[in-house]
């Protein structure tokens, strides 16, 4: 009887769906046009939301010294907090120029080699020479103290999530709903509790970054060879022994890989604080950009790059000598180790005088160059002269694809996108996902940001349809041929250690700042991990499919279409996926460079007093449509599972 | 190298019979994984078939009413095809998984009743394992994983080292005690394994499929090892595997497990010589008899017209050692015990017994 039941819904589906979907896109196309612009919701300043949140700001600010929960939590987290921020800016001024280059040297050859102490003895002094020592160093303060207060708290949790299922399933959904989280939507709640300044900054990244920590280090855990654990436990080990002397120590290659991935996403997401007034790097890029100065941009997102590299290449050799084993034959390594030594003497010898001798902790300003002048010339040149290719680029995109689905999700029925978004959340993932679905976007209708948040969907949509387009196409090309594939590889590297923000520059030299050119720098930023997971999943499609299609006589076109990208199609899913969040978070960064909408709302409401609330509501918004998108692609890559584990 | 099969048989045979204290003793031991285990003891559900349970509950019965006695020193073999609960049942011995329900008595002691503390204390001087996967620290070298279980129990560092050196030399790993597994062979790591399980001294050993990961060669010395070790050390051994001859060589005395439960029970010969269904008739069927049965499964009755003064033999002789004798003569051979003659046994069987090896019963 029950076999019977579920073959018939199994049925069902596959003689209606086609049918169904062929009627509910009739009746959306018609209801559209009968009711276009009515029952919209257009813009409401006053809507009830920001009031209320505006409502709650005053409380809090009236209430922060004398309510005992703001007291003790919101106080108490901030002072210490502080304290070590503040502290560990300290240390890095401190520490003085020669100083910090000595030690980037040791660390670099203790870690790698004579050539990433290169790398890092020329990165440390080229930030001098920028001209942005001392915002380097905030930058590179307000980091460290977010990375170590970080893994403080996320490696333990880690720990436990790997080892107890039931921890994983409480924690899984908030690391979910953190992990689409765009950088942005962090910022105002933080600034709610703990005001504006390095220490929320310090916060908001803390928690940006932990998510990549207690995962990676759960996983390390559950990699770990159970019968390697079941070894130990047989031979009578305790858990603690079991953690300490087996799982940890084996875990130990991706403990180092979550400090790397904790620091590049805490650097990353320390440049976007500057909007609640964090210290460093990301001001002066905001300055820049908020006065389309792109040649100042230029310099610092060069500054961040090469930060990023630095410590990205560090760690990464750090993590991957862990598993080294000591080897006394090997000289060239012992004299490296003997000149680290040295050098972090040295280092240490420098950063004790510079305690005393304040000018060395300020880089000369004699030795210096910007790239700020000849960039502004040649970004004000191409604006000019390449007028002529750029805007018809830029018109046709905005006349001929913005605007038009723009126009449609701002003046249709806003009941008719729910719905036509809820029957699609259905169709590709069920009931559930309908249901979530539907709950983002009324969530945001309430919330009073319709309007705004259509014109942020349209443009991601806009972005995500273009990322995937280009990373499918790159993803092939680089899964047929190995050339490509290696000459694509470093650039991939390089892009996906670069912060977001870094993206917004290039886009606004080539294009003033419109909404067009918030799109291309999201396109730009999501466009690597897409190639990567489409040349993934394609590359392993299993040799023996690949060898039958071709034996059965299959061209490679053929062989492509009939074989690898069906088989690739989860990966496809999941590269779908993260364009989708990847973008929509950057769309939201591009409010700084005229996208406007929601990602402008969250940084108006930084800026100006009364909009506090529309800002609060605005990041929000951005958290329910990163929802909305993320179930829908997630819904469809888990039925398409679902369908390839019935088939086989 | 071993004793002489025969006297290996005998001395099983005659302790099942005395009833010496077994070491473990198991009684009505079943294990069901999934939802179904909490609510299941004295269920009219576990009469049910694996397949039905399955379909009523969603859980899987993987061990089923299983009991059986391990008697001291012997080599107890549990044999069956993948997914019988081979496994599943050496781990309830010793709680690497919980039983669902039933006895496991270690020397009388009940097992199940142990607190967490006691169970340590058992895993780290009464009892050890040999895995398949061997499970061993990547990053320890061969000594410091020999002497991991001497470790966590709290053994100084000079006496455990010098207890580990001596385990690498039992097991012939002398050369190779400062290398790490992953530069060792499949054989070798194994050897790791054995020494490691062997060097807290335990009483009993669980060993489950400790040889099907290495390739024929290397598993044929490894057996020889385990046979060597047990007649050095003399441990009690509840070895798992999946192949015959691997229980025939290694065991005292064999079970042989199906869906769960134990379809026979009893010494090698019994089990080529009277497999108790047909699954068990399948895997011995490839099984050479002459090497494994012994006179007294294939003598008949004299009849009047025999000649009475062919050679004799015990009953306990194995058919293959009887047959250069066999050849040389025309008359029956006796098969005599304490002076009466039980039956003969033709020239013509005993080499008819060395030809079947692919023909049933
Ligand atoms: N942790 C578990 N959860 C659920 N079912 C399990 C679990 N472990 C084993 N089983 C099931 O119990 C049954 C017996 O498994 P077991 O591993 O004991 O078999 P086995 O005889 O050791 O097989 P193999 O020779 O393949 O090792 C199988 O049906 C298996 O699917
Ligand atoms: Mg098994």
Redesign the interface.
């Known amino acids: 009887m029950a076999a019977s039941a579920t073959s018939a819904v199994r049925a069902a589906p596959t003689i209606s769906r086609r049918t169904l979907v062929t009627l509910l896109c009739l009746s959306v196309v018609v209801l559209f046009v009968v009711f276009r612009g009515q029952g919209t919701l257009p813009r409401d300043e006053g809507a009830a939301s920001f009031q209320f949140f505006n409502g709650v700001r005053d409380w809090v600010s009236d209430n922060r010294l004398t309510n005992p929960f703001l007291v003790v939590f919101a106080g108490a987290t901030r002072a210490i907090i502080a304290a070590l921020v503040d502290t560990s800016i300290v240390i890095a001024h401190g520490i003085g120029w020669p100083g910090a280059v000595l030690l980037a040297g040791a660390a670099g050859l203790a870690a790698g080699g004579r050539r990433l102490a290169l790398l890092g003895v020329t990165g440390f002094l080229s930030l001098g020479v920028l001209g942005l020592w001392s915002e380097s160093m905030d930058t590179i303060g307000l980091t460290f103290a977010a990375v170590v207060s970080s893994l403080l708290i996320g490696v333990p949790l880690g720990i436990a999530a790997g080892r107890s299922d039931r921890v994983r399933q409480v924690i899984s959904p908030v690391l979910d709903l953190m992990q689409i989280m765009p950088s942005f939507a962090y910022l105002a709640p933080m600034t709610l509790l703990f005001l504006i300044g390095a220490p929320s900054a310090t916060i908001a990244t803390l928690i940006y970054a932990m998510p990549a920590a207690i995962r990676i280090t759960a996983l390390g855990i559950r990699g770990v060879s159970a019968t390697t654990v079941e070894a130990a436990v047989s031979l009578g080990s305790t858990s603690r022994q079991t953690l300490f002397k087996v799982q940890l120590p084996l875990a130990r290659k991706m403990l180092a890989l979550a400090v790397n991935q904790t620091i590049m996403l805490a650097l990353g997401m320390a440049v976007v604080t500057a909007l609640i007034d964090g210290p460093g790097l990301g001001k002066t890029i905001i300055k820049a950009l908020t006065h389309n100065d792109v040649g100042s941009a230029v310099d610092a997102g060069l500054a961040i790059v090469i930060i990023a590299i630095v410590l990205d290449r560090l760690t990464e050799h750090a993590a991957n000598r862990v598993d080294a084993r000591p080897n006394a034959s090997d000289s060239a390594r012992a004299v490296n180790r003997r000149v680290a030594r040295v050098l972090l003497v040295a280092g240490l010898a420098a950063s004790l005088v510079s305690l005393f001798v304040v000018a060395l902790t300020e880089f000369p300003t004699e030795i210096g160059f910007s790239f700020a002048g000849p960039v502004n010339e040649i970004v004000g040149w191409v604006r000019i002269n390449l007028y002529f290719l750029t805007n018809p680029v830029k018109d046709a995109f905005s006349y001929g694809v913005i605007n038009p689905l723009e126009a449609i999700l701002t003046s249709a029925p806003w009941l008719l996108i729910v719905g036509t978004f809820a029957g699609l959340g259905v169709l590709v993932g069920g009931w559930r996902t309908g249901a979530i679905v539907s709950v983002c976007l009324v969530g945001i209708a309430g919330l009073g940001l319709w309007e705004d948040g259509m014109v942020t969907l349209t443009a991601s949509l806009v972005g995500v349809a273009l990322t995937l387009l280009i990373g499918v196409l790159i993803g092939i090309a680089a899964a047929r041929s190995e050339r490509t594939s290696a000459i694509l590889r470093p650039l991939l590297d390089t892009a996906q250690t670069m912060p977001s923000f870094v993206y917004l520059i290039p886009a606004l030299a080539l294009f003033s700042p419109t909404r067009f050119t918030a799109i291309l720098a999201a396109v730009i930023y999501a466009v690597p991990p897409v190639i990567r997971l489409v040349e993934a999943g394609i590359r392993s499609v299993p040799l023996a499919a690949i060898e039958a299609g071709v034996s059965s006589g299959a061209s490679p076109r053929q062989l492509l279409w009939k074989v690898q990208l069906p088989m690739a199609r989860r990966s496809l899913l999941l590269a779908a996926n993260q364009g989708i969040v990847m973008v929509l978070a950057m769309v939201v960064v591009g409010g700084l460079v005229g996208a406007g909408a929601l990602g402008y709302d969250v940084v108006a409401g930084f800026s100006q007093y009364e909009d506090f609330g529309k800002g609060l509501s605005a990041g929000i918004a951005i958290v329910l449509l990163g929802v909305m998108l993320d179930r829908i692609t997630q819904g469809a890559g888990e039925r398409s599972s679902a369908g390839s584990a019935r088939a086989g | 190298m071993a004793l002489p099969e025969v006297e290996r048989v005998q001395t099983a045979q005659a302790d099942r019979a005395t009833g010496v204290e077994p070491t473990i003793a198991v009684r009505g031991l079943w294990k069901i994984f999934g939802p179904a285990e909490a609510k299941i003891a004295g269920s009219p559900l576990l009469e049910l078939s694996n397949a039905e349970f399955r ?1 009523q509950t969603g859980s899987t019965i993987a061990v089923r009413d299983v009991s059986f006695d391990v008697r001291p020193g012997e080599v107890f073999v549990v044999m069956g095809l993948s997914g019988s609960g081979k496994s599943t049942l050496v781990r309830c011995l ?1 709680r ?1 998984i919980e039983p669902s329900l039933g006895q496991v008595l270690l020397d009388g002691e009940d097992i199940r009743a142990a607190d967490a503390e006691r169970l ?6 009464r009892f ?2 040999v ?9 320890r070298r061969v000594i410091d994983n020999v002497a ?2 001497l ?3 709290g053994d100084a560092r000079e006496p455990r080292l010098a207890r580990a050196r001596e385990m690498c030399e039992l097991v012939g790993l002398a050369a190779f005690m400062d290398s ?1 597994p992953d530069q060792l062979s499949g054989g070798q790591q194994q050897r790791v ?1 054995l020494a ?1 399980a062997l060097a ?1 001294d335990p009483e009993v050993m669980f060993f489950d499929e400790p040889f099907s990961a290495l390739d024929p060669l290397i598993r044929r010395d490894m057996q020889n090892e385990v046979i060597r070790l047990h007649h050095e050390v003399g441990k009690t051994m509840v070895f798992i595997t999946h192949d015959l001859a691997e229980a025939l060589k290694l065991g005292d005395h064999i079970v042989i497990m199906r869906d769960g439960r134990i379809v026979q029970a009893g010494s090698p010969e019994e089990v080529v010589g009277a497999p108790a269904d047909d699954y068990v008739a399948d895997f011995v069927q490839d099984v050479a008899k002459a090497n494994i049965l012994t006179l007294r499964w294939i003598m008949r009755p004299a009849r009047p017209d025999d000649a009475l003064d062919g050679p004799e033999f015990p009953p306990t002789t194995i058919i293959r050692d009887a047959v250069h004798v066999a050849a040389q003569t025309e008359k029956p051979i006796r098969v005599v015990d304490g002076g009466a003659t039980l039956g003969l046994v033709d020239r013509r069987q005993i080499l008819g017994s060395i030809a079947e090896r692919g023909a049933r019963g």
């Open positions: 379909l010793t690497l340590r204390e058992l895993r780290r001087r050890s394992m895995f398949q996967n061997f499970g061993l620290l990547p990053h991991f279980g470790e966590i129990r790490y394994g490691r807290g």
